[in-house]
């Protein structure tokens, strides 16, 4: 990454355009694309969860904020520098498992602080509030907890993790034979790859103990305000969440929208922190988070080549086609996706796309650019 690579100035600022590297006709498509195929989700947030968008009652109750949402918008980046733009992106929404990544920013942070030594270590060496304790939970290491592979099993916040247990998605390499939410026989942590968001829930609270202050604090501290983003975004947990830290009490926040809850905020803040990640945790001059980190995350789960550390990848071309290799994702149901490209130099944020034709989309977008990865950077 060059030592000068273009960033945005502040919020409030004016983002640069992008001047060359794409077909401008072709990249227009691309917009028109996005805005034509908008997420099949209810604009009412609240009623499209409490139909059983999850899961049936009364598993879904809803015991977090939530939000309406708005239409299509989004936001291409080109070498730092704003290519496309398309809907309102200053709208805050929510994100949904989106903010599954973001943990994963705030888990680098806790490894470069020395707050997780080791990634590989029992969670319980440092965590000791119950929720690692006998011989299953016990032997839960932080990176199963990074990969979702740790068959967490318990309560939080009164959501069980069985009814995440057999969630099955389109990318999950081992569903289980069940129903969501039926019970299945356990594997040994490590040994299986399940996404669930109660386990995901229970990394949030672990890196809140080890932090020792409120998640969003630390995200707005050391990312958010040195990347010059708004003050409009914010991250929630439940109305069961909050929890005592060193005597004070503090809410965990969630890695999801599953019920309520979870990451507010606009698609212009979205693309730099896509843009941190994409300049290898560094920002003007500034490392904010280690290089390290970065490969770290992106580096394939044994058990699903798809995914890293909360994030999804593209190993093998097989998660987005059209994308590199290369590329990772940050993803939130209803259409909310992050894509990042180090080698195509670009950042996309697409908010309420219909996720069945995102890979059509990243399609049009690679026509536009036609190979050509050259330009003022």
Known sequence: MPQNAYVPPADGGVWQPAVDGFDREKLARAVAFAEEHESKWQRDIRAQLEAGNFEPPPYNAIIGPTAPRGGPAG??????????????????????????????????????????????????????????????????????????????????????????????????????AGRKGEARPLQAPGRYWEYNDVRVNRLSLALLRRF???????????????????SDWRWHGYSTSMVDVGGARIESVSGGGHWGGGVFIHAEDQ?????????????????????????EQTTPCPLNPEYGLLWWLNTNRSYAPSASAEAYFAIGAGGNVTWIDPTHDIVAVLRWIDAAVLDDWIGLVMAAVGGASVGSK
Do not use: C
């Open 75 to 176: 936001l291409i980046l080109h070498h730092g520098r704003l290519a496309a733009r398309w809907g309102d992106t200053r709208r805050v929404d929510m994100t949904f498992s989106v903010a599954k990544s973001y943990l994963a920013i705030l888990a680098g942070l806790a490894v470069a602080d020395g707050l997780i030594p080791d990634l590989d270590a029992p969670v319980r060496q440092l965590v000791d509030d119950g929720g690692f304790d006998g011989a299953h939970n016990g032997a839960i290491t932080w990176r199963h907890l990074l990969q979702q592979t740790s068959e967490w099993e318990g309560e939080l916040f009164g959501k069980s993790e069985m009814i995440d247990r057999n969630r099955s998605l389109a990318r999950q390499p081992a569903a289980g």
């Open 271 to 295: 693309a730099r922190i896509g843009l941190l990640m994409l300049r290898e945790g560094r920002w003007n001059t500034t490392q904010l988070l280690p290089a390290s980190w970065i490969a």
């Open 212 to 230: 020792g202050r409120a998640l969003p604090e630390v995200f707005a501290d050391r990312i958010m305000r040195p990347i010059g983003a708004s």
